[in-house]
């Protein structure tokens, strides 16, 4: 690699880093409690767990378990229904003023008995909602979910070109060689680098689910605008559902219809994921990566028949996919210590770069406010000694 190019490519990877690194380690720091967020909500008692019971004790009625949960709130109306893949026994409503409220009311209910169990505090209570909202818009909403997109971008730019300087820079040294003998900056430098290379794969993989995640809210309204709208269409113009069908035969119907698939969430009509006339049944699979691939089934709220069933747009299972890539959560806990080391070397990565540009910053000030006359001095005292 010529000079030239190997300055610029320095130029790139030194200032798309700068640029990303304090959002990234947010990211980092973030997301490694995140990883673990079902054990921790077990351990702070915020995770909800359905009473024990016999395996083979059959579910309720579902229009029970919806009206047990609104008999806690008359006047909210029912927005969502969801189920965990891992907690079958437990239905999550979701409750509130109007089909886009951001300030809803979820309840737990046994999906069993059809009581209520709890008002579960969303992600595992105040500490777990924290390290929520910071790590997917920075509590700025989609603004801020746009912003960390673009730090992704560039936490990939830093990447591909720490790559392309690795080469060059591990010329003359062996692969992976730390000196520990040489000064701390080297040390750190050579540890930046063998973290960096050891970790490349995970968190270029990381890094742009995570960009692809950020885009959630745009995929969603241009599916909404194009394939929802076409579904829609013959329902233009039609009175609004006074008298809604049985959600639970509306289930069954979508069950029938997509065997070997389980119901992932109900969304009511009105709100994002459905119509003013629809309900939306989203199926999912019932494997650990195929559960978070999702099929929507409209069934008309007012006659409860289904009126149609398609597979997601591959832009929405990209970034379906993306998910459980980003999360690493449906491999078990082998894979979630996995993700949790190679989260805490790249805060290392991260750190220690921010550690050499700082160290290297100060030499470089350092060197320009020396006066010329003590920068010449030890060219001065080498010439004296060699006359």
């Known amino acids: 690699m010529s000079p030239v190019s190997l300055r610029r490519w320095s130029w790139i990877h030194k200032w798309s880093s ?10 980092c720091l973030t997301g490694l409690p995140l990883i673990y967020h079902h054990e921790i909500g077990h351990l702070l008692g915020t995770d909800v767990e359905a009473p024990s019971m ?21 006047n909210k109306m029912a927005m969502y229904i969801s189920q965990e893949a891992d907690e079958p026994a437990i239905w999550n409503v979701t409750l509130g003023d109007h089909p886009n409220d951001e300030h809803y009311k979820p309840i737990a209910v046994d999906a069993r008995t059809t009581k209520v169990i709890t008002e579960p505090a969303f992600e595992g209570g105040v500490f777990m909602s924290t390290m929520f909202r910071l790590h997917v818009d920075l509590f700025a909403g989609l603004y801020g979910k746009l912003f960390l997109g673009f730090m992704g ?29 040489r000064s701390n900056v ?3 430098l050579d540890l930046h680098n063998l973290l ?13 689910t995570g ?32 008298k ?64 149609d069933r398609r597979e997601l747009p591959w832009y929405l299972t990209a970034l379906l996919l993306s998910q459980p890539l980003h999360f690493g959560d449906y491999g078990g806990q082998a894979m979630k210590l996995l993700w949790a080391l190679l989260d805490i070397g790249t805060i290392i990565i991260l750190g220690s770069g921010l550690y050499l540009w700082l160290k290297r910053s100060r030499k470089s000030k350092t060197v320009a406010q020396t006066s010329p006359a003590v920068r010449e001095a030890p060219a001065l005292a080498r010439s004296k000694e060699a006359r």
């Open 153 to 181: 971008l560039l936490l990939i730019v830093a990447v591909v070109s720490g790559v392309v300087l690795y080469a060059p820079f591990m010329r003359k040294l062996d692969f992976g060689a730390v000196r520990h003998e």
């Open 196 to 208: 960096g290379i050891v970790t490349l794969v995970w968190v270029f993989v990381v890094g742009a």
């Open 186 to 188: 080297i040390k750190w």
């Open 54 to 74: 016999a395996p083979d004790t059959p579910r309720g009625n579902i229009d029970a378990v919806l009206a047990s949960a609104q008999a806690l709130y008359p």
């Open 244 to 307: 809604m069908a049985s959600i639970h035969e509306a289930i069954l119907r979508a069950e029938s219809a997509e065997p070997g698939m389980k119901v992932a969430f109900v969304a009511f009509p009105g709100t994002p994921f459905a119509s003013p006339h629809h309900y939306g049944i989203f199926m999912r699979g019932d494997e650990a990566f195929s559960s978070r691939l999702y099929k929507p089934v409209l069934i008309d709220a007012g006659t409860g028949e289904i009126t």
């Open 18 to 27: 700068l640029v990303c690194t304090v959002f990234m380690l947010l990211l």
């Open 211 to 242: 960009m692809v995640n950020t885009w959630a809210d745009l995929l969603l309204k241009y599916w909404q605008n194009t394939e929802i709208a076409e579904m829609l269409k013959p329902y233009e113009g039609q009175p609004k559902v006074e």
